[in-house]
């Protein structure tokens, strides 16, 4: 079957500090690559995405690439913000089902001034 | 409006009793799902809609539960003879095209079963 497993939080941070949320995933078929996050008070927010090995997504200078040889898609931002706490959902989609989504648990961030 | 909307916000249900949930999607969307969103959990899959067609409802954990979309635009998630193992956020999302790479969720209802 297919799952994603992502590194436990919570994370907290000061600002400014290097970020990274390790993902890796188990997959039947060749699968599309998802970061989404959550603000608090807010719903689910597609992040970055990619759909083939050794793609790059990038969004918000949130950083991810799709590593097949290690069956990984780690989150990686520079220079983290307060605004940036929220919690981060590695996921994937395969081909054959591409309309459903699976989700790791969600890694909580917190970013302190 | 402007985004996924689903009412109510927050569900208190004895156990045993029947909750209805509601979602209005984006204006136009074509697809539309619903995911369940345990305490500590990523989402889970329900159920998938085109259109009217429920294309998909694996995910749906038990005969308690069911999704109807009659017009292809709002949809309810209805569980019957709630249970404790129920409680959770059940989101819904919604999209233009089939796939979901560029889904819009709404900030989802948080059901309690006491």
């Known amino acids: 079957g297919n799952s994603v497993t992502q590194m436990e939080g919570p994370v907290t941070l000061s600002e400014e500090a290097f970020l990274t949320i390790n993902c890796t995933y188990t997959?039947?078929?060749?699968?599309?690559l998802f970061w989404y996050v959550q603000y608090p008070g807010e719903g689910l927010q597609l992040l970055l995405k990619?759909?083939?090995?050794?793609d790059k997504g990038s969004n918000k200078g949130f950083e991810a690439t799709y590593r097949k040889e290690t069956t990984s898609f780690h989150l990686e931002k520079g220079s983290v913000q307060v605004s940036d706490s929220a919690v981060y959902f590695c996921?994937?989609?395969?081909?054959?089902?591409?309309?459903?989504?699976?989700f790791g648990a969600g890694t909580t961030v917190t970013v302190r001034a | 409006g402007a985004g996924v909307s689903q009412s109510p916000r927050y569900k208190v249900a004895k156990r045993g009793q029947d909750v209805a949930l509601r979602c209005d999607p984006i204006s136009g969307h074509v697809s539309l799902f619903w995911y369940q969103q345990a305490l500590g959990q990523g989402p889970e899959f329900l159920t998938y809609f085109q259109n009217e067609a429920q294309l998909d409802k694996s995910g749906l954990p038990s005969d308690r539960f069911f999704a109807e979309r009659p017009e292809g635009s709002v949809s309810t998630l209805k569980i019957q003879r709630t249970q404790q193992e129920d409680s959770a956020v059940y989101l819904c999302a919604s999209s233009l095209v089939q796939t979901n790479t560029e889904a819009f969720f709404g900030q989802g209802t948080r059901l309690t079963v006491v």
């Open positions: 997959a039947t078929g060749y699968p599309s």
């Open positions: 996921a994937l989609s395969v081909r054959s089902n591409d309309y459903k989504l699976s």
């Open positions: 990619a759909t083939k090995a050794d």
